[in-house]
C-alpha cells in the first residue's frame, strides 16, 4: 500500500508541476496581440468588436425569447451603424 500511495504523491507532483508550468510560460491574449505586427493587431481588434456586438445581440435576443411579450411589442435592438451604407438614402 505504501507503493501505491507513493506513486499517487509523484503523479500528482508531476501533474502539478506540469500544469504550473505551463501557465507560467502561456502568453495572455493582450501579450500575443502585442506582439502582432500593426495591420493584424487592427484586424483582431475589428473582429473582437464584432465579436461583441454578436454577443450583445445574442443577450438582447435572449431575454426578448425569456420575456412574455409577443415578438410584434419586442422593439429592435438599437444598432449604431457608423459605416456608411451603399445605398444612399434620400431625404423626406
Partial sequence: MNRVATACLLF?????????LMVYTSPTPDDLLKRLPPQQQREAQEKLQHTSKHEALFRIVKENAESNRPIWQ???????????????????
Fill in 12 to 20: 500528482s507532483g508531476v501533474v502539478g508541476g506540469a500544469y504550473m
Fill in 74 to 92: 419586442v422593439a429592435p435592438p438599437e444598432q449604431n451603424n457608423t459605416t456608411s451604407s451603399s445605398t444612399p438614402t434620400k431625404a423626406a
